[in-house]
């Protein structure tokens, strides 16, 4: 018995360091991507010597309460050459009615209504996909409707792709969180981005690793058609991000800037948004590597939750006064100061929500573990996914992002 309680210790203890140790890499792994990731501002403005038109397409379906807003940003920016082409994509609310307004007082913006979507389409990339056959400028830019630009954000833009002679860019939005689920969930989730996706890493041409954010990114038209348009990728839910990796694996010129400061996007808008927006994002993954899939979620699950959830079993343990609980009950105050540390950092950096929100990375930790499982449960079956008032059954040629 004591041999056994002996052996369990070191594989906990091996554990929990490791764990440690994923969180101080993560913690000074986002401090680089801060430190020396581009912003959209970071170039030389007098190398700029052309004003090619830009075709701005915003897909929206059901965003009666963004779509104005977003659309006011839009046409209030300082770029003297762009149109908007506003794809209404099958909504029920007061989308296309909105839409059609705006096109109606100012002759830059298009208004569409999507057709139905044919087999085999998400209805994001079929909306997109329709914009584009319309467009007539050099550059491509997409949008979503729930984003909001300030004037210059189109023209800083612009600026870098001719400057640098770069063929797409994208930038890091400001996401905005508007409800507690979000506010503490999203830093966790944040800082994976800033490793998995940093600036630095999707930069390096020696990386695989190619990413768009839905919410900002540019590209030549030529590129665009070179990768396949959305047609390409026409079944992905994660659209954008398996854009991006087409556009890195074509070696094409792709540069990722920070743009918080320009671009605010809004994640999920509430408790069942934020579920939904976890699971559309493990189940493709599932498809392309079970065995990987459950790596994963375990992975997940222990990085996120397990120092939290084995708390009062080694807090009880350690006033026994056996000193290797006592040494494992260290390893797992130093595991769980991190993960509070680094999503303290993270809110304060780059959510901009108060570092107190740290607090709450036992409750994030738990829903995202939990969404993974349920989206690994439910992969199979019809409907797996519902996204913007639609049901997605995921097949498996559906790949997860690059």
């Given at each position: ?10 594989v ?9 140790g994923?969180?101080?890499?993560l ?5 680089k ?61 007061r989308?296309s009615?909105?839409?059609k ?9 298009m ?9 085999g ?16 400028g ?62 630095i890493r ?5 990386t695989?690793?190619?990413?768009f ?20 990728v ?36 509430d408790l ?10 493990m ?13 994963m ?9 397990a120092?939290?959830?084995s ?5 009880v343990?350690?006033?026994?006064g ?78 997860p992002?690059?």
């Amino acid at each position: 018995m004591e041999l056994t309680l002996t052996v369990a210790n070191i594989v906990l203890a091996v554990v929990l360091a490791g764990i440690a140790g994923i969180w101080i890499y993560l913690l000074a792994y986002m401090g680089k991507s801060f430190r020396h990731a581009p912003t959209l501002e970071s170039f030389d403005r007098t190398s700029v010597n052309r004003i090619p038109k830009v075709s701005v397409i915003l897909p929206a379906r059901n965003e009666g309460h963004y779509v104005a807003r977003c659309l006011d940003s839009l046409l209030a920016q300082d770029y003297p050459n762009f149109e908007i082409i506003a794809i209404n994509d099958s909504s029920t609310d007061r989308t296309s009615e909105i839409m059609k307004a705006y096109a109606a007082n100012d002759l830059r913006v298009m208004h569409i209504d999507a057709s139905p979507k044919p087999e085999g389409w998400t209805g994001k990339n079929w909306a997109c996909y329709q914009g584009y056959l319309r467009a007539r400028g050099e550059f491509l830019m997409f949008t979503d409707a729930d984003s909001k630009h300030l004037p210059s954000a189109m023209a800083l833009a612009v600026g870098q792709v001719v400057s640098q002679n770069l063929e797409a860019l994208t930038a890091v939005p400001r996401l905005i969180c508007n409800d507690f689920w979000t506010k503490m969930t999203l830093p966790v989730l944040a800082t994976f981005l800033h490793t998995r996706f940093s600036p630095i890493r999707v930069n390096d041409p020696n990386t695989k690793t190619g990413y768009f954010f839905g919410s900002f990114f540019i590209i030549t038209r030529s590129t665009y058609e070179a990768i396949g348009t959305h047609e390409g990728v026409k079944e992905e839910l994660v659209e954008d991000g398996a854009l991006g990796g087409k556009v890195k694996a074509g070696k094409f010129r792709l540069k990722m800037v920070r743009g918080e400061r320009q671009i605010d996007a809004v994640w999920a808008r509430d408790l069942p948004t934020l579920w939904q927006g976890l699971r559309r994002f493990m189940i493709p993954v599932y498809y392309q590597d079970k065995v990987g899939a459950y790596m994963m979620v375990m992975a997940v699950f222990f990085i996120l939750f397990a120092p939290f959830a084995s708390l009062p079993y080694l807090l009880v343990a350690s006033f026994a006064g056996n000193i290797s609980f006592q040494i494992l009950f260290g390893l797992q105050i130093s595991a769980i100061a991190l993960i509070m540390v680094t999503t303290a950092v993270q809110c304060r950096l780059a959510i901009f929500e108060s570092p107190l929100y740290a607090f709450a990375a036992p409750l994030s930790g738990a829903l995202i573990s939990f969404s993974f499982m349920s989206a690994i449960v439910d992969a199979k079956k019809k409907g797996a996914v519902s996204w913007r008032d639609r049901k997605y059954t995921i097949t498996k040629n559906q790949n997860p992002v690059s």
